[in-house]
């Protein structure tokens, strides 16, 4: 599948948009970023395989683990990959229900969730948006 780096951007700023307004407030410091692959340093620190896809990465201090010391730091960073998305999409449905699902998965890292509470509270969110 093949799309552009700026309609991939579109569709990130889509995915944001999607975001309740009431988490939006609550971000803190954030930066939310495209990029088309993982770095060499971001595949070893996760200790990923060349055949591994990573859709989505955030890095930095989550909101819980700031202390009264937290300041004069650099943004934390969500990042998209667009090539992976690309690699597994069948049509620009998909890479748009990807890429919300994504910040969806990225943003909740960065309030604290760690993985497990995030799939859970993916799983909720799919099944309340299937019963509407």
Not at 57 to 65: D, M, Q, R, S, W
Not at 83 to 103: F, G, Q, S
Not at 108 to 124: I, Q, S
């Amino acid at each position: 599948m093949q799309v552009s780096r700026k309609d991939f951007e579109k569709m990130v700023e889509k995915g944001i948009d999607a975001i309740p307004e009431k988490f939006i407030k609550k971000l803190d410091n954030v930066s939310i970023v495209v990029e088309d692959e993982p770095s060499l340093a971001q595949k070893r620190k996760l200790r990923l395989h060349n055949h591994d896809l990573l859709f989505g990465l955030y890095e930095g201090i989550p909101k819980t683990k700031r202390g009264w010391s937290y300041g004069g730091v650099l943004p934390d960073k969500i990042t998209i990959f667009k090539n992976p998305m690309l690699a597994v999409a069948y049509n620009a449905k998909d890479i748009e229900e990807m890429i919300r699902d994504t910040v969806w998965h990225e943003v909740a890292h960065h309030f604290g969730f760690d993985e497990a509470r995030v799939r859970t509270a993916e799983a909720k969110r799919k099944k309340a948006n299937r019963i509407k």
